[in-house]
């Protein structure tokens, strides 16, 4: 069993900032990828940020330059440092992960969310 656990929503003003972090714990051999998506109110869940195969990192067009993530890889941990919070980013954010348990064998996981939500 691989779970990701997600911590640091929470309410917050425009303008203002929030880290998210996720922490991979299990039986774990390798993470194949890490990333953030986020679900609004009535509409479909959207990938927020994530890695890319390069190495890089990849990110939706309105969060760009808001938005950073970043990975403690001796941690099984990825993080979403927000800034410049504006009200179209309240959602709930879940962390997705592809987690190898076995030489041939992954899983893609999902975190159980965490609201955040921005007050004009």
């Known amino acids: 069993q691989v779970q990701l656990v997600e911590s640091g929503g929470g309410l917050v003003q425009a303008g203002g900032s929030l880290r998210l972090s996720c922490a991979a714990s299990g039986r774990i051999v390798s993470i194949d990828h890490m990333g953030w998506y986020r679900q609004a109110p009535g509409k479909q869940r959207e990938m927020v940020a994530g890695?890319?195969?390069?190495?890089?990192?990849d990110y939706t067009d309105s969060v760009k330059g808001r938005f950073t993530i970043s990975r403690d890889s001796a941690k099984n941990t990825v993080y979403l440092q927000m800034n410049s919070l504006k009200p179209e980013d309240t959602a709930v954010y879940y962390c997705?992960?592809?987690?190898?348990?076995?030489?041939?064998?992954?899983?893609?996981?999902w975190g159980q969310g965490t609201l955040v939500t921005v007050s004009s």
């Open positions: 890695f890319t195969s390069g190495g890089g990192t």
């Open positions: 997705n992960a592809l987690i190898a348990i076995t030489s041939l064998r992954s899983l893609e996981v």
